[in-house]
């Protein structure tokens, strides 16, 4: 029974060529965004593939929605593929995996693709420290306003990151003595600069302010915790190793099996060849035999007697 028109089904040639003519476009296909721009840049690449594919000998001719049906359902069907075989390899009761949820090689390069793993971006999610987002959001938003101001909790943990010159007045700050023995205890102390000439080793009062607020941050300064997005790309690695692992396995395998089966074909072709000479052996005495026979005919009543006295 004839199919209806526009019923003709795509056939695994068709797909794998749409694979190939996608992969140079997926960079603006898989774009997440969704505005108008990135639409008509869609459009167009499509409408590029259509021409590529309607170009190719051996196929049928194919709209750009056609194409592009074909080739989300496909994306949809490879991923399922490959959920079921990442469920397969994690399974523990042994066996080989089915072949209904192995891939190709075509398929498992472009499963590959990193475009086709990135997560969604968002505004909300970053790798910088608290602190540091306080301050853009205190120095580059003061004047918005469509941004909240600090709370004065956020305010106060801001400011106590910043050391305030006013906290460091002990570094200047001296021992109060009687007006009468001011002087004495002036002519009795030696001046600065002759203290860290003599011992090498910068005052307070000659060490600048941002070394000392670095010297009290070091102990202070603590690592911020992997963002979402950088856990999505360590465990994305670690199936994508997991992966290469279980295909190097897999090659592994076939390479002994294929091995093996010619081993077995050379035995099997060992022992043909032992019969055919067996074979050979055999019709050569008969032809013997039978030269014999025909040349001596009193052997053939005495080969007689002997078979008869056999019996």
């Known amino acids: ?16 060529l749409i694979l190939v003519l996608v992969k140079p476009h997926l ?27 309607n170009a190719t000998d ?24 490959s959920t079921c075989l990442r469920q397969e390899l994690r399974k523990t009761g042994g066996g080989e995996v ?11 390069r472009f499963l590959e693709e ?21 301050k853009s959001q205190d120095k580059s938003n003061a004047d918005d306003p469509f941004v909240r101001p600090l709370t004065p909790s956020q305010n106060a943990s801001a400011e106590a990151s910043e050391l305030d010159t006013s906290s460091m007045n002990f570094l200047d700050s001296s021992l109060e003595v009687p007006e009468s023995d001011y002087e004495k205890l002036v002519l ?16 307070p009062k000659q060490r600048s302010l941002r070394d000392t607020l670095m010297m009290f941050r070091k102990n202070t300064k ?37 091995e093996a089966d010619r081993k077995e074909q050379e ?25 014999l026979m025909n040349k001596n005919p009193s052997s053939l009543s005495f080969l007689k007697n002997v078979l008869s006295d056999d019996c």
């Open 1 to 16: 029974m004839a199919l209806p028109p526009g019923k003709l089904y795509f056939t695994l040639f068709e797909k794998e």
């Open 27 to 53: 960079e603006v296909i898989e774009n997440k965004e969704t505005n108008g721009v990135t639409s008509a840049e869609k459009a167009k690449a499509f409408c590029e593939i259509t021409k590529q594919f």
């Open 58 to 81: 051996g196929v049928n001719q194919r709209t750009a929605k056609q194409i592009r049906q074909c080739y989300l359902n496909l994306k949809k069907k490879l991923r399922q593929k």
């Open 98 to 108: 089915a072949k209904e949820v192995e891939l190709s090689t075509l398929e498992r």
């Open 114 to 134: 990193p475009i086709l793993t990135l997560p969604l971006s968002t505004p909300y999610d970053s790798d910088t420290s608290q602190m540091e987002i306080l």
């Open 188 to 203: 009795e102390t030696p001046e600065p600069s002759s203290v860290s000439e003599a011992s090498g080793v910068k005052t």
């Open 222 to 258: 603590k690592q911020a915790a992997p963002s979402a997005a950088a856990r999505a790309a360590a465990c994305i690695e670690a199936e994508h190793k997991q992966s290469i692992k279980y295909m190097q396995k897999e090659e592994e395998r076939k390479e002994k099996q294929a």
């Open 267 to 291: 035995l099997r072709m060992d022992l043909l060849r032992e019969k055919i000479k067996l074979t050979k052996t055999k019709t050569l005495m008969h032809e013997k035999l039978l030269e």
